[in-house]
């Protein structure tokens, strides 16, 4: 079956560490998106891609980095310098604005 | 700048009943209207998703309707279940955004037995 998958489910950072998630699809689609989601609060974009090699700044990149080496995955590492990480964090794709698709999401704490 | 909102936060109510979800926004350039339903740690799931050009979708118990002069869209859910418990968003994509969604904030459904 197509869909996104996201690795691990849970993660824990350790202070000034950088950790990576993974996000693959097998959905062949154009763009994905890396959002942040907080309680109380509306997802919040990171960054997306819409074509392998090219990805641009969402609202809150700030501390975060992405590639976009292969179309099915984009995967986000979390820099020492975002000074508040702990969240859950959703990975999407879409093909031209339809059809959006989530994964199940990563849970990251900061111990 | 295009914000979205749903009201309320939070609901509670009694199994069988029939309830609306409200989402406004404030920019009525949208592309589409999409509601989607996220369980507790869970990714999101899509519901339904209304062109700017439509009025309404259905989807077994679940219809929205979209008034895009008025800045609303409702998610009406028919004979609630208990496994209808979950938050609820809704999301705005806007035209020339890049395919980029706008979101609200949600509200968590709690059905009762």
């Known amino acids: 079956d197509g869909g996104i998958t996201q690795s691990p489910k849970y993660l824990f950072r350790k202070e000034g560490q950088n950790v990576t998630l993974s996000c693959e699809q097998n959905l062949n689609h154009d763009a994905m998106y890396w959002y942040r989601q907080d309680p109380g609060q509306g997802l919040r974009l990171i960054y997306y891609?819409?074509?392998?090699?090219?990805?641009q700044k969402g609202d809150i990149a700030e501390g975060y980095s992405v590639s976009r080496e292969k179309k099915e995955s984009f995967p986000l590492t979390v820099t020492s310098a975002q000074k508040n990480p702990t969240a859950f964090y959703l990975c999407a794709s879409n093909l031209g604005g339809y059809g959006y698709t989530f994964g199940s999401g990563t849970r990251l704490t900061v111990v | 700048k295009q914000e979205v909102t749903q009201i309320p936060a939070a609901l509670s109510v009694p199994e069988g009943e029939n309830l609306v979800l409200n989402c406004s926004f404030t920019?009525?350039?949208?592309?589409?209207l999409q509601w989607f339903r996220q369980d507790p740690g869970k990714g999101l799931t899509s519901l339904l998703l209304?062109?700017?050009s439509q009025r309404e979708q259905t989807s077994g118990r679940l219809n929205a309707s979209l008034d895009k002069s008025s800045g609303r869209s409702t998610l009406y859910i028919a004979a609630s279940q208990p496994g209808d418990s979950a938050t609820y968003l809704c999301?705005?994509?806007?035209?020339?955004?890049?395919?980029?969604?706008?979101w609200g904030a949600g509200t968590k459904l709690i059905i009762k037995p």
């Open positions: 920019d009525s350039a949208i592309y589409n």
């Open positions: 891609s819409q074509i392998v090699n090219d990805f």
């Open positions: 999301a705005v994509l806007l035209m020339d955004s890049n395919y980029q969604l706008i």
């Open positions: 209304i062109q700017s």
